[in-house]
């Protein structure tokens, strides 16, 4: 009896009944949903997409309790489906080609429906199935580097399909409708509203000059269509109303930096000017050696609510020792490489710089960061690793690393501060490795 697209379409009539003051699209939608009630819901797997928001849409209308009933059969539904190994259910498994299979599809018609269900019947249970449902899809689905979602996953070979753009107005909408009706303080809230961004910033990266989308988002050769446009019109202003997104965030960090006297904003509008920006990025360690013959690169991570206070403590510790630093970060996630400048044909240039370079790690782990980011700890940052833990914690460490690499051949006189339990020699290793001694490897 029902498709994906049936619940939206009702929902659609129902809204727009309300908003003309027009009776007979309810009546309608009423009608419809309540002979699918008289025959008994919840007969087969098939209705996992069956129209379950838009049944508590009409009960809080009309309060008649058959149809809250008949939702509650449809949530238990949902429950009996067996999930994948990642937790997301597969709700065709009575169909042998599909068994193993989610579709990107399938985010709207499932999360939004119990979260309102959690909504109305006051019961976290239900908010936590409509989580769980999203979230795992979402791990799944959605794309790391671009935001947007791939059409499905199998579980025997992983995403299948193109980034197709109905499906990421489903998710869309999965994504907004879920969010607009759960608790603030819900512990999937962060990952889902997370999620919520990127697939946003995906989508404005991709959007054609018309408005629309490609039906496969990233090849410019298919056509332009007009249903991922009309959802996200839709779901944007949802999102706007239920503080998931903000108005014009591009012109807000606008202002926001032209108040603190940037002198130049630049936002990228395409991908070329996106990779113009990141070659910028790219080239600023090499651009550093052109006003300063050395330079210690640092690489700290820091809360990125902590970065104005962060760096503007680098700018004090620059003035007060004479040591220059140049700040290139990736702010995004919090990662630092400050680089900090000396000349070494100066005696004790490089011994000041070395001691900038402490301190800004200092400032790193008292600001609730650590002394790295990304690039782990060598021979440089052993010292300061005391810093931030305790010599049981070193200790503890260290066992795990004894007892896979008890000759101390692996990076040996890196991490720990000073030679701990299995002998390890700080420093660079002296005489022929344990490899070549074997016949295993050569020195070239």
């Known amino acids: 009896m029902w498709g994906f697209g049936e619940g939206i379409a009702l929902r659609g009539l129902m809204r727009a009944g309300e908003a003309v003051g027009d009776g007979e699209p309810h009546g309608f939608v009423n009608a419809l949903l309540r002979a699918y009630v008289?025959?008994?819901?919840?007969?087969?797997?098939?209705?996992?997409?069956a129209p379950g928001a838009e049944l508590l849409m009409l009960y809080e209308q009309t309060g008649d309790t058959s149809l809250l009933d008949a939702a509650l059969g449809l949530a238990r539904m949902h429950a009996s489906l067996p999930a994948n190994r990642d937790g997301a259910r597969m709700h065709r498994v009575d169909l042998p080609g599909w068994r193993k299979q989610i579709w990107v599809d399938c985010m709207d018609a499932e999360a939004p429906f119990l979260a309102r269900l959690g909504n109305i019947t006051n019961d976290e249970n239900y908010f936590n199935q409509a989580t769980d449902e999203l979230t795992a899809y979402a791990r799944l689905l959605q794309d790391e580097a671009t935001g947007l979602f791939h059409h499905g996953y199998?579980?025997?070979?992983?995403?299948?399909?193109?980034?197709?753009?109905?499906?990421?107005?489903?998710?869309?909408?999965?994504?907004?409708?879920?969010?607009?009706?759960?608790?603030?303080?819900?512990?999937?809230?962060?990952?889902?509203r997370e999620r919520l961004h990127r697939l946003c910033r995906g989508l404005a990266v991709h959007q054609h000059a018309e408005g629309l989308w490609h039906t496969v988002i990233r090849n410019d050769e298919t056509y332009l269509e007009s249903t991922l446009a009309v959802m996200t019109a839709y779901a944007l202003r949802e999102a706007f109303e239920h503080g998931l997104l903000k108005r014009g965030e591009f012109g807000e960090?606008?202002?926001?930096?032209?108040?603190?006297?940037?002198?130049?904003?630049?936002?990228?509008?395409?991908?070329?000017?996106?990779?113009l920006?990141?070659?910028?990025?790219?080239?600023?360690?090499?651009?550093?050696?052109?006003?300063?013959?050395?330079?210690?690169?640092?690489?700290?991570?820091?809360?990125?609510?902590?970065?104005?206070?962060?760096?503007?403590?680098?700018?004090?510790?620059?003035?007060?020792?004479?040591?220059?630093?140049a700040n290139v970060f990736h702010a995004g996630d919090g990662n630092?490489?400050?680089?900090?400048?000396?000349?070494?044909?100066?005696?004790?240039?490089?011994?000041?710089?070395?001691?900038?370079?402490?301190?800004?790690?200092?400032l790193?782990?008292?600001h609730g960061g650590s002394i790295t980011g990304e690039h782990g700890v060598g021979i440089d940052k052993a010292a300061y690793m005391p810093r931030m833990f305790t010599d049981e914690d070193l200790d503890t460490m260290q066992l795990i690393r004894c007892a896979f690499d008890p000759v101390g051949i692996s990076n040996p006189g890196k991490i720990f501060p000073t030679p701990r339990l299995c002998g390890e020699v700080p420093g660079r290793h002296k005489g022929a490795h344990p490899l070549q001694e074997a016949g295993l490897a050569e020195v070239f």
């Open 364 to 366: 790193c782990i008292g």
């Open 277 to 325: 920006i990141w070659r910028g990025r790219k080239s600023a360690f090499a651009a550093v050696g052109r006003i300063s013959p050395d330079y210690i690169v640092q690489d700290g991570v820091i809360p990125r609510t902590a970065l104005p206070e962060v760096l503007k403590a680098i700018a004090d510790l620059s003035t007060e020792s004479g040591v220059r630093v």
């Open 253 to 275: 960090v606008e202002r926001l930096c032209r108040a603190h006297e940037a002198f130049e904003v630049r936002v990228a509008t395409d991908p070329a000017e996106r990779a």
């Open 336 to 362: 630092l490489h400050p680089l900090v400048l000396f000349d070494d044909s100066v005696e004790g240039a490089g011994e000041a710089a070395e001691k900038v370079s402490g301190a800004i790690l200092d």
């Open 38 to 49: 008289g025959r008994g819901v919840a007969k087969s797997p098939e209705e996992h997409i």
């Open 154 to 192: 199998e579980e025997a070979c992983g995403v299948n399909g193109q980034m197709w753009a109905r499906g990421n107005g489903w998710a869309l909408l999965g994504l907004v409708e879920t969010l607009a009706v759960l608790p603030v303080r819900h512990h999937a809230g962060a990952e889902l």
